[in-house]
């Protein structure tokens, strides 16, 4: 499910449909096509969205589960969603039950399927966002994901290559529980990210700009990393490819164990 | 202000010390007197860099060849100590030797 280049406004629909929705309010995001019909919406629980569905998104979950983890059949989940269904059982829930996929594999794939069903639905031709409140859908909190999530997984729709490369280097460096994320310069939403699933997209949004802008002058001087000490907070940014990395490091003697890192580190250039 | 010269005495590989005042970009003072064609761009760009008031009070640029410890006085925002050193395995002991120092003025 390729997307058009037309994807950074994608995800720029999205966050600014959700930076609609009161943080502490249960419901869907719809969006109508001229004759009335719903062409998608995008359910959101105490602001983390739960799942999102579009008309012209034909994927189905369990295509993407298949696809995630090759031990599983169609005929297997097509049974359990027949009986899921049947007996009013959570889906998620009971693969995860059963041992039929892991908790991480499931994340990833209702995570997969809502990010492509948004990119989707923000193109169609409809109607704005309408807001219908609901009394709460009840998804496991394990299984539903934060704003930085769902748009990081909206943008990276639009080059999977470089979004990959940059979730892979994050991979590399990220250590323990420190954060990280990876940007294209200039832009608001993060390619890739590694634990930063619960920090607010404008705070993200705020340390790229303030690491692109010493990054602009420090390259003048052939300065490749910054490191700067924000509070109990230590930040490492540096570009690659055009990409701006930045590692969040925490705790006692956050700076200097980040600094002993990136002075070891090679920058591709 | 602390003096220039016992931070270069004991940031070891220490290249260049210098006052930087941002608001006005001059430098205020440096040790030792060196004219390398690196020196000025370098404090030029630590003045650039934390001429926002939204920057971190201490920041470390790290290039090829050197390192570049910029550090703003809780005393004054505006005046901005630049240390640049050579790369070495002793850049943390140099990162700490001169925000002690910076400690102590501020103190």
Sequence with gaps: ?269 | MIALTAIVERVQDCVVAAWVDIRTGNVLAQHPPRNDAFIAPALDAAIEVMRSRERPPRMVLLADRHVHIVQRTARDPNRVLVVICDRSPNLGLAVSIVRMQLEAVDA
């Design chain 1, 1 to 269: 499910m390729a997307a058009a280049t037309s994807n950074p406004p994608a995800a720029m629909a999205v966050l600014h449909a959700l930076g609609r929705v009161p943080s502490d309010a249960c419901g869907a995001l719809v969006r109508k096509h001229p004759d009335g019909s719903v062409a998608g919406a995008m359910l959101v629980e105490r602001g983390r969205v739960c799942w999102a569905m579009s008309q012209h998104y034909r994927r189905r979950l369990t295509d993407i589960l298949v696809d995630e983890q090759d031990t599983l059949t169609h005929a297997q989940l097509t049974e359990l969603f027949a009986m899921c269904r049947r007996e009013r059982m959570p889906l998620g829930e009971t693969l995860v039950a059963r041992g039929l996929v892991s908790l991480p594999v499931l994340h990833r794939a209702l995570l997969r399927h809502t990010c492509e069903a948004l990119d989707h639905l923000v193109r169609e031709e409809a109607s704005p966002w309408s807001w219908v409140a609901h009394s709460g859908y009840g998804y496991h909190p394990m299984l539903t994901f934060s704003p930085a999530e769902v748009l990081t997984g909206v943008r990276a729709i639009a080059n999977p290559a470089l979004a990959a490369r940059a979730r892979a280097r994050l991979r590399e460096l990220v250590r323990g529980d420190d954060r990280g994320f990876a940007i294209e310069r200039g832009a608001k939403i993060p390619l890739a990210q590694i634990h930063c699933e619960t920090v607010e997209l404008a705070t993200l949004g705020d340390l790229a700009v303030h690491a692109d802008e010493v990054m602009a002058v420090a390259a003048t001087v052939d300065v490749r990393v910054a490191l700067a000490q924000l509070g109990v907070l230590a930040c490492a940014s540096w570009v690659e490819h055009d990409v701006l990395f930045v590692l969040l490091c925490e705790g006692e003697l956050a700076f200097n164990r980040l600094l002993a890192q990136v002075a070891t580190m090679t920058i591709i250039p």
